[in-house]
């Protein structure tokens, strides 16, 4: 049986711990409550806009000299870009996403990868943490979005992905992230971002526009807009679904610490009973032996 001393010290421990967590949960709260209204705000939008994008792109591909955007190629080179969170303590949040990376690239792209075709841009500390040790091949220039998070920073990237999709460095971009839908789910997303994939519906093949001024500045001018709003869209999901995961996790650990607590107080009243027992024992003996002599 442990000292008292012991379990007061694991007592001590165990109420600092809870009271970390118990922070920690207000301030993901707190930032939950901000990401959410952002990307719940920012989804209707996004979506209509995807469509908009999809069946444009649909329109125009019997133009491909003006469509590059749609341009399917040889899957030579492939880029993933993995959306993690910049800190732990978030529960399964970024496994997942390594998980969802890693069977991404075993489910089609193992032979690029063999042949070093495959690339990874993480977007969060972790995943670049992660997937360098690895040793795989890691675009980390753009790991710390999450510090400065803002449309016109996620745009920056967008621009680097366009141009170099462009330029043929990538022929296919894909992205994994956790996509938000309540405080305790979030749900592992793979979503192609370039080529922008057409939309196979019946009511795209019967879409009928009209440009203005021509659809040569409509292409250049709104479908790189949207991919700038898809990519924004993805990373706004993913933190306000980090935010809920880790709200949950801290939620979880600090009912945990309460239960540890509640077996160390009744190991700790269960040790000082039987302190005091063997003393009571030990006054009543040395008064027998006394009345013996």
């Known amino acids: 049986m442990p000292s008292l001393k012991e379990v007061k010290t694991r007592i001590s421990s165990v109420v600092s711990t809870q009271q970390i967590t118990k922070a920690m949960k207000m301030v993901a709260a707190a930032k939950l409550r901000r990401s959410q209204d952002r990307i719940l705000q920012m989804r209707p939008f996004a979506q209509k806009l995807a469509?908009?994008?999809q069946n444009l792109s649909a329109a125009q591909s019997n133009e491909p000299a003006d469509n590059w955007y749609s341009k399917v190629r040889p899957e030579n080179n492939v880029l993933i870009i993995a959306i993690s969170s910049d800190r732990g303590l978030c529960g399964s949040f970024n496994t997942n996403v390594y998980k969802g990376v890693q069977r991404v690239i075993?489910?089609?792209y193992a032979a690029q990868f063999k042949q070093g075709g495959v690339s990874i841009l993480p977007i969060g500390k972790k995943a670049n943490e992660y997937f360098t040790k690895r040793k795989y091949q890691v675009v980390s220039d753009y790991a710390g979005l999450f510090g400065q998070l803002s449309f016109e920073s996620v745009a920056v990237l967008a621009d680097y992905l366009m141009d170099n999709f462009r330029s043929g460095k990538y022929d296919k971009i894909e992205i994994v992230y956790n996509e938000f839908k309540n405080v305790a789910t979030q749900i592992?997303?793979?979503e192609q971002?370039?080529?922008?994939?057409q939309q196979a519906s019946a009511s795209t093949q019967t879409t009928d526009?009209?440009?203005q001024p021509n659809n040569t500045e409509v292409l250049e001018g709104l479908i790189p807009k949207s991919l700038k709003v898809q990519l924004f869209k993805a990373v706004l999901d993913s933190n306000a679904a980090e935010n809920g995961a880790r709200m949950t996790a801290m939620d979880k650990a600090t009912e945990n610490a309460g239960e540890i607590l509640k077996e160390l107080r009744l190991s700790y009243n269960?040790?000082?009973q039987a302190a005091i027992t063997k003393e009571i024992l030990e006054i009543v003996g040395g008064a027998?032996?006394?009345?013996?002599s």
Do not use: D, G, S
């Not at 971002?193 to 994939?197: F, I, R």
């Not at 027998?288 to 013996?292: D, I, P, Q, S, T």
């Open 209 to 211: 526009y009209i440009y």
């Open 193 to 197: 971002y370039l080529p922008v994939a």
């Open 288 to 292: 027998e032996a006394l009345k013996a």
């Open 270 to 272: 269960r040790t000082r």
């Open 106 to 108: 075993e489910e089609k």
């Open 188 to 190: 592992l997303r793979t």
């Open 51 to 53: 469509v908009i994008l």
